[in-house]
C-alpha cells in the first residue's frame, strides 16, 4: 500500500502544482513522498525518487510560469530544498535503522533467549532464541504480557524483584516458563534496567538460559548424595553400636536401681512416700534421658528429605556429643567444647550437620588410638569467621596429618585407616558444601590435626541468649 500511496500523492501534488492558480510552494509536500518512500526502498530507490520529485518541481515551474519570475522561482527553489532536506534525513535513518537492524540481528546469534519488555510487562522484541525455546514467533509474542503468555513462576514475590530491579539495575535468579506445547522449562534469567533521559525506568533486558536438564541433573545427583549420605549414618551407627548401648544403659541402670529403692520405701508400713518421691523424680528424668537418646538415633537412621532450617551450631553440636560420648570414654578420650556464646544461626538441616560433626569426632577419636604419650583430648570449637560466617572445629591431638595429604583426605574411597571405606569425609565434604560452606583440614602447631568447616549465617545479627562455652563432656554429662 505503501508504494501506491506514495504514486498517488506525487501524482496529486504534480496536477495540483501545475493545474491551480494558488500561489504557495505546494511542491514542498514532495518530502513526504521522499519520507514514505525510505520506509520501503534502498538508498538508491530513495535517490531516485528524490531525483523525480525534484524534476517534477521544475517541470510544473516551467509549464507554468515564466522564467525569471521572482515570486516563483522562489517557491520552486523553497520546494527543491525541502525535497533535498527531506531526502538527507531519510536516508541518514535509514543509516541508523541499519545500524539498529545489523546490532539487533546479533541478538539472533545467542543461544539465549533473550526479550524486551516495557515497565508494563508488555513484549518489545523477541529474539530468535526465544522462538525456539518457547516455540512462539515474534509476531506472536511481541505486545503479549510477557509474564501471563509464559505463566512465569517466581522463587520470591514479583513486587520484590520488580523493586530490587529498580534499585540496583539488574536481578538474577531462576524462573519457570511454559513452553507453546505446555511443558515447563527452568531458565536461568537476568534482568537489565534500562532508564530513560530523566533516570525513569523505561524498559527490561530478560535474557534467559535453558538450565532445565542442569536443574534435573542436581536433583538426581542430589538424591544419590542423600542416599549415599543416610547409608553412610546407618553404617556409622552401626559401628557405635557399642556406644550406643552404653549410652542407654546408663538410664536404663538407674531407673532399675532408682525402682527397686522405691518400691522398698513404698512397701513399709506406713508407706514412706516422702523418700520415694525424688527416686520417682530421678526415674522420670531417666526415663527422659533414654527417649532422648533414642530420638537422637532414630533421627540419624531415618530416610528423609534434607530439610533446611534456621538452627543453633551450638545446640547441634550439644545434641550430638551424647552419641560419641561413650566411644570417648572408651578410648580414654577427652571431649572439650569451646563454644563461642551469642552464636549466629545457620541454615541447614539438622541430620546432616549432626552427621558432620559425628564423622569429624569419631575420625578424630581413631586419629588417637596408638597415643600412649600425651593426653588425648578432642576439642570441638565454634565461632564466627569472616564477618558473615560460622566456623565449627575439631581439634586432635592425634598423629597428625601429611601437608600433602590434607586435601585428599576428603576423596571418595581415599582412607588412612586399614579398615576404612573413605567416604565419611567425603560425604561430609558433600553436605558442608551443599550448605555454601567450606570445609579443610590442616596439621596442628602442636601434635594432632584439626578439621574445621564454615557455614554462612542465616541472619546478620546474633541470637540473643548465652550459651555455656569451656566446658569438658564426661560420662557424667547429662547430654
Known amino acids: 500500500m505503501l508504494p501506491i500511496a506514495a504514486g498517488a500523492i506525487a501524482i496529486g501534488i504534480f496536477l495540483f502544482d501545475t493545474i491551480s492558480s494558488v500561489e504557495i510552494a505546494i511542491a514542498v509536500v514532495y518530502a513526504v513522498v521522499v519520507l514514505i518512500a525510505a520506509v520501503f526502498l534502498s538508498r538508491r530507490d530513495v535517490l531516485i525518487v528524490s531525483t523525480v520529485c525534484a524534476a517534477l518541481t521544475v517541470l510544473s515551474y516551467l509549464m ?29 535513518n535509514q543509516s541508523a535503522h541499519a545500524v539498529l537492524r545489523e546490532q539487533a540481528s546479533l541478538l539472533d546469534l545467542t543461544h539465549d533467549a533473550i526479550f524486551v519488555r516495557s515497565m508494563g510487562d508488555v513484549i518489545t522484541y523477541w529474539n530468535r532464541a526465544a522462538e525456539e525455546l518457547y516455540g512462539w514467533g515474534k509476531e506472536q509474542a511481541i505486545g503479549q504480557a510477557s509474564h501471563q503468555f509464559l505463566h512465569t513462576v517466581f522463587p520470591v514475590p514479583p513486587e520484590q524483584i520488580t523493586a530490587e530491579l529498580v534499585q540496583a539495575g539488574r536481578w538474577e535468579g531462576d524462573l519457570v516458563h511454559t513452553r507453546r506445547d505446555g511443558t515447563q522449562v527452568t531458565v536461568s534469567s537476568r534482568w537489565s534496567l534500562q532508564r530513560d533521559e530523566h533516570g525513569q525506568p523505561a ?28 547409608v553412610s549414618r546407618v553404617t556409622m551407627l552401626g559401628e557405635m553400636s557399642a556406644s550406643i548401648a ?33 527416686l520417682v523424680d530421678r526415674i522420670a528424668a531417666s526415663v527422659e534421658r533414654a527417649s532422648n537418646v533414642i530420638r537422637r538415633i532414630r533421627a540419624l537412621s531415618k530416610k528423609a528429605a534434607p530439610e533446611k532450617v534456621r538452627l543453633d551450631p551450638n545446640e547441634v553440636i550439644e545434641d550430638t556429643v551424647p552419641l560419641v560420648r561413650s566411644q570417648a570414654i572408651s578410648h580414654r578420650v577427652l571431649l572439650r567444647l569451646q563454644l563461642a556464646p551469642n552464636l549466629p544461626e545457620v541454615l541447614a538441616d539438622r541430620i546432616q550437620l549432626q552427621q558432620v560433626v559425628i564423622n569429624l569426632v569419631v575420625n578424630a577419636i581413631d586419629a ?24 565449627i572445629a575439631v581439634k586432635d591431638t592425634g598423629i597428625g596429618i601429611e601437608p600433602d595429604k590434607a ?9 588412612t585407616k586399614p579398615d576404612g571405606m573413605g567416604m565419611g569425609l567425603s560425604i561430609s565434604r558433600s553436605i558442608i558444601v551443599a550448605h555454601g560452606g567450606r570445609i579443610w583440614a590442616s596439621a596442628n602447631a602442636g601434635p594432632g590435626a584439626t578439621i574445621q568447616f564454615t557455614l554462612p549465617q542465616a541472619q546478620a545479627e546474633p541470637l540473643a541468649g548465652p550459651v555455656a562455652a569451656d566446658r569438658v563432656a564426661t560420662s557424667g554429662d547429662a547430654g
Open 64 to 92: 507554468t510560469h515564466e522564467i525569471g519570475a521572482d515570486a516563483a522561482l522562489m517557491r520552486c527553489l523553497v520546494s527543491l530544498s525541502a525535497i533535498g532536506i527531506a531526502t538527507v534525513l531519510a536516508l541518514m
Open 203 to 230: 524498559a527490561i533486558l530478560e535474557t534467559n538460559t535453558d538450565v532445565t536438564e542442569r536443574k534435573r541433573s542436581q536433583a538426581a545427583l542430589e538424591e544419590v548424595q542423600a542416599e549415599l549420605a543416610h
Open 246 to 278: 552404653h549410652e542407654v544403659n546408663q538410664p536404663l541402670a538407674s531407673i532399675a536401681m532408682n525402682a527397686e529403692a522405691s518400691q522398698q520405701y513404698l512397701a513399709e508400713d506406713p508407706p514412706k512416700v516422702v523418700e520415694a518421691r525424688p
Open 368 to 391: 588417637m588410638k596408638d597415643v600412649t604419650d600425651r593426653p588425648r583430648e578432642v576439642e570441638i570449637r565454634s565461632q564466627t569467621s569472616e564477618g558473615d560466617k560460622v566456623l
Open 407 to 415: 586435601n585428599r583426605l576428603f576423596d571418595a574411597f581415599y582412607t
